[in-house]
């Protein structure tokens, strides 16, 4: 009767291993299709954040209005409100819980307007073109290399990004420019993908409409953690929060 | 008992076994990862290589041809295969301390040649220093090209290497590389420091670069009269505290040397802070910042733009017009520009955030409206709007026509400007007031948020 017992015990861990280690394995398999879907989210056209306002908000507001995830008014403007009714409805859903209305959370309110209002754009030659993918990739950018920054710092580090796509010295798009190698530590450990706060999207905003607190500065960095000595041979102009900026 | 022997080891072995095969993938996995971004730089490279090789012939063809519309397309060649060489070398895995002299070489190689081709469209040939300089761009960009080939080399005995040699040997082989990557580049870099600086007139020039400002004034400032003139600023009753930012010895390289500010207003959370710049010379608020939320949205653009010119006249900046307008989170950011006469002149311009709110403006940037600003003669036009006219596309259908000064280069021109609409699209077509030519087009792009250009 003991052995028997035993016996079970060992047939227990001994599944309880091979499932383990078939979860390890298989869960490579599974993990492209994850960032294929979140290439897809990025690179959907409408992506609805803090801040941004218009038709789509509204329709979002009134989907979860009718749930009863929102009480507020139907204004079109994506504020703190409908940040959190959003945040409560990906939670119930089981989706990312980020307050960003992508892809995947639209088509889980049933709404389609990614493809929707890029179908039914005007055939116009200014069709498609837009600043809103430099804001949120901007403003990522932002977000994963100076988040616990004051404001100012924030616009700052985004001045610096856009100077230096205006400088001979660096790539000559916003994305050249982020996504250089070895350049932004945020960019080579992963924290630009993580959603921006609001203060990030408005500091973004800011800076591309050409607020420049560093006075044309094209780098900064914190004297605590780097690691370079050739950035202390650069002219140093301005402390703003943690960061020294120089050219 | 006997029976129990064994489950234990068979366990553990089975257990091993799928550690070991599931470490297989992983080891498998990794391999396929480096390997593939090996490809991709390797092609990164012997890309680079190729754009460079061809701006080399094309500038020494480019030397030797006599015609003009030969040389334009030779050019264009020049610029195209410049930008592609630095877009990828900017893309190599080498830091950016040991490339940013190459990459300007190359973004100027291509710069210098546009403002070529557009010296020869206007019907200028080259002059003789232009020649010269074409010659020393040729024999830097085939001492660049030397060491790219001899760096090619190296990368290429190491992969023969690579497939005799163990893994280990490998992993040094390739670290190896890594090292012989950055020192070639690094070696060139040092060369290209001591070739002089690009005289000519485009967006990435070294003129361009360290331009000074012309509209700041010439009283010098000290810190405790520039914190007078924040406080001024924000409103005297308003302000709490205000502290300076810690500056560094190099602060007077900057474009507009600059107090910088924290300035607190009374009860306010210290993260609310506004903040501002005071230039040096001259005591000009050149930026000011006010990260204060807006909930409400009680002002309509229009009420929102009157606040907007009420502030600029208060802060003694007379005649402003405003251009543009965006719309976002509560607030609305108004662009004024400089008139003088009827003349519209853009470089000089400030922008204006009003909170939708109360009116209050939150946001302020002169910087360039300092930069350029001065006394200006602007001629007279020496064409008629309507001569202008026939210089643009005769089914563009116009809304408004008046006088500007557009920046081209370090020069302002005098233009006509025509404002109208080209198929469903909004343009602003820019005739020179003075011969006709057509100078510049913007495409306008209307939003629910406001109008840009591009």
């Not at chain 2, 390797?42 to 080399?56: A, G, I, M, P, S």
């Not at chain 2, 060369?191 to 485009?202: F, H």
């Not at chain 2, 914190?227 to 205000?242: E, N, S």
């Amino acid at each position: 009767m003991k052995k028997r017992l035993l016996n079970k015990r060992f047939l227990a861990i001994f599944l309880s291993a091979i499932s383990f280690f078939s979860i390890i394995t298989f869960y490579e398999f599974k993990k492209p299709v994850e960032s294929s879907s979140k290439y897809e989210y990025y690179q959907g056209s409408k992506v609805l954040y803090w801040g941004t306002t218009g038709q789509d908000v509204k329709d979002v507001q009134w989907k979860l209005r009718n749930w009863k995830y929102y009480n507020g008014k139907v204004d079109g403007i994506y504020g703190a409100d409908t940040y959190r009714a959003v945040r409560r409805f990906q939670s119930k859903n089981g989706l990312k819980v980020d307050g960003v209305v992508g892809l995947s959370t639209a088509r889980a309110m049933g709404l389609n307007f990614a493809t929707a209002s890029r179908g039914a754009a005007p055939a116009t030659s200014t069709a498609g073109i837009n600043r809103k993918d430099d804001v949120y990739l901007l403003a990522r950018a932002i977000h994963g290399e100076a988040r616990g920054e004051p404001y100012v710092g924030k616009v700052a580090v985004g001045a610096v990004i856009l100077n230096r796509v205006r400088h001979p010295s660096f790539p000559n798009t916003v994305a050249g420019v982020i996504y250089q190698p070895l350049a932004f530590t945020a960019v080579a450990d992963g924290q630009i993908n993580l959603a921006p706060g609001k203060d990030s999207i408005k500091a973004a905003r800011d800076s591309l409409n050409g607020w420049d607190p560093t006075y044309g500065c094209i780098y900064y960095w914190n004297p605590a953690t780097a690691t370079s000595k050739w950035i202390w041979s650069r002219k140093v102009t301005l402390k703003i929060g943690k960061h020294w900026f120089g050219i | 008992m006997d029976k129990r022997r064994w489950i234990i080891p068979t366990v553990l072995s089975l257990v091993l076994v799928i550690a070991l095969v599931w470490g297989y993938n992983q080891f498998n996995q990794k391999n396929d990862y480096e390997k593939a971004l090996t490809n991709h730089y390797q092609r990164l490279f012997y890309d680079t290589k190729k754009h460079v090789e061809n701006v080399q012939v094309s500038l020494s063809k480019a030397l030797v041809s006599d015609s003009k519309e030969q040389n334009i397309l030779l050019l264009s060649q020049v610029m195209n295969e410049a930008y592609f060489a630095q877009d990828k070398l900017s893309q190599m895995p080498v830091t950016h301390a040991d490339i940013a002299k190459t990459q300007k070489f190359l973004t100027q190689v291509a710069d210098y040649s546009y403002s070529l081709i557009q010296n020869h469209l206007d019907g200028e040939e080259l002059t003789n220093k232009q020649r010269e300089t074409l010659f020393n761009l040729q024999g830097n960009t085939s001492n660049f090209n030397k060491e790219l080939s001899a760096l090619h080399d190296k990368v290429l005995e190491g992969d023969f290497n690579a497939s005799r040699t163990s893994a280990r040997e490998r992993n040094k082989l390739q670290q190896a590389n890594k090292e012989m990557l950055q020192t070639r580049l690094v070696s060139f870099e040092k060369q290209m420091g001591k070739s002089p600086e690009l005289i000519y007139d485009g967006p990435y020039s070294d003129q361009r670069l360290n331009k000074k400002p012309v509209g700041l004034g010439n009283k010098k400032v000290t810190r405790d009269e520039a914190k007078r003139i924040a406080k001024q600023f924000v409103g005297d009753k308003k302000v709490d505290k205000i502290t300076s930012f810690e500056e560094g010895k190099d602060i007077s390289k900057v474009a507009i040397p600059s107090h910088t500010f924290n300035v607190l207003p009374k009860n306010t959370s210290k993260d609310m802070a506004i903040y501002m710049g005071v230039s040096k010379q001259g005591g000009n608020v050149v930026w000011m910042v006010n990260p204060r939320r807006v909930s409400k949205n009680n002002l309509s653009m229009k009420q929102a733009e009157q606040e907007a010119a009420k502030f600029l006249k208060e802060k003694g900046f007379t005649n402003m017009e405003p251009n543009y307008s965006l719309k976002y989170d509560g607030v609305a950011v108004f662009n004024f520009a400089h008139k003088e006469g009827d003349v519209t002149v853009y470089p000089d311009l400030i922008k204006l955030k009003v909170a939708l709110d109360n009116g209050e403006i939150i946001g302020f940037d002169s910087s360039a409206y300092l930069m350029n600003h001065q006394k200006r003669d602007i001629p007279k036009p020496k064409i008629t709007p309507e001569k202008a006219r026939e210089s643009v596309k005769i089914d563009f259908d116009i809304d408004s026509t008046r006088l500007a000064m557009i920046p081209r280069g370090s020069k302002e021109i005098l233009c006509y400007e025509f404002k109208g609409k080209y198929k469903g699209s909004d343009f602003i077509i820019y005739i020179n007031a003075l011969n006709g030519k057509e100078e510049d087009i913007l495409q306008i792009i209307k939003s629910e948020n406001g109008t840009l250009t591009f």
